[in-house]
């Protein structure tokens, strides 16, 4: 299957194919200077079927996790290029997950003003999510994506075959996001999440997840307006990343709880808890709400007073309303109370 994303500035494909790894050299050019930007989980065989299709790579490998969105090591590896004399006519290939997409890109963005970049995710969360949108980032201390651009790929390959060697609580994590799709854009994904094996059937629920955010993203590159949407669960979900310290919670669990906390329908959430079940989520956590509260201060959406929130009016159709900052405190209150509860009673 392939996609091609066309924006007013920007066009590129997406090809989903199981095997792809082995055939980048058929679509894209890999004979220059490339740098595999990767991480310590990537199997050496993934790196190896990418540098065997290069005339001439470098492999810089990061330790795992949010911390490698860090300063540090994005100017580590702008040294490690001018070091090995990359030009404007090379290439950054992200080969890892979205935490990988986002440094790689990043460094492709401002490196000598911009060079090609070439995005290999090979986690779900990556491949539903962020392999589409073009935005690249690195965090400052336990804020996320404090820097960044819109930087778009000039081709994106997803193999479903790198989910093989994704551990469980990975694979269920991305698959929040192809929920979120679901529910701002299309009713019928989530119902598929609710009867379709999450495994034999990832492909489809991939391709589904990139149409949502085809669309959103080809009507609204820069974030304007409509593509607001696709931060549903992200503001208080981002405040409760940051607050476990972007590791004791994962990306998509966090959002997950960002999406249950902002539903105040209860015929939508009874319709998501045996979904949430399937995805191995929980519904409810502890936290201390002013200290999450400081951090969503800081969010992107947010100005001096007000915020950006997206909430559901229905499955299938998200609304994005400006509200008071304040409310956002009452509402993580509200929560972590309902949480206390909840523990008390079972």
């Known amino acids: 299957m392939q996609l091609h994303i066309q924006t007013s500035t920007h066009t590129y ?30 199997p050496t065989q993934y790196i190896q079927t990418v540098q065997q299709q290069c005339t001439y790579s470098y492999v810089y490998t990061c330790q795992s996790g949010e911390e490698a969105k860090s300063f540090a090591v994005y100017e580590d590896i702008l040294r490690v290029m001018l070091d090995q004399h990359f030009s404007r006519k090379d290439a950054v290939i992200a080969l890892g997950g979205g935490v990988i997409g986002d440094l790689a890109g990043f460094v492709a963005a401002t490196y000598m003003r911009g060079i090609d970049f070439i995005n290999i995710p090979t986690t779900t969360l990556s491949q539903i999510d962020s392999s589409i949108g ?37 694979y269920y994590n991305g698959l929040v996001e192809a929920l979120k799709a679901g529910l701002i854009y299309n009713k ?4 598929f999440l609710g009867e379709c094996d999450v495994y034999t059937d990832i492909e489809k629920i991939i391709y589904e997840a990139l149409l949502v955010k085809k669309e959103v993203v080809e009507k609204d590159e820069f974030e304007s307006n409509l593509r607001k949407i696709l931060n549903f669960g992200h503001t208080i979900g981002h405040g409760l990343e940051s607050y476990y310290g972007l590791q004791g919670l994962l990306h998509g669990e966090a959002v997950a709880l960002g999406m249950w906390y902002s539903i105040e329908d ?25 200290e999450v509260y400081n951090y969503i201060l800081n969010d992107k959406k947010a100005n001096n007073t007000t915020i950006s929130y997206v909430t559901l009016s229905t499955i299938g159709e998200a609304k994005v309303e400006e509200i008071e900052l304040p409310s956002i405190l009452t509402r993580l209150e509200d929560k972590v109370w309902e949480a206390h509860v909840d523990k008390a009673s079972n």
């Open 13 to 42: 494909p997406i090809y989903l194919q199981k095997g792809i790894l082995s055939s980048l050299s058929s679509h894209v050019d890999l004979e220059r200077k490339i740098i595999i930007i990767t991480d310590t989980n990537i």
């Open 188 to 191: 019928e994904l989530v119902t």
């Open 134 to 170: 073009g935005k690249v980032a690195i965090n400052v201390d336990s804020y996320k994506n404090m820097v960044g651009a819109f930087y778009p790929p000039i081709a994106v390959f997803i193999d479903p075959n790198t989910l093989q060697t994704l551990p469980t609580r990975h």
């Open 266 to 290: 209860e015929s939508i959430k009874e319709v998501l808890r045996p979904i949430y079940s399937k995805l191995q989520q929980r519904t409810s956590i502890q936290y201390d709400p002013k």
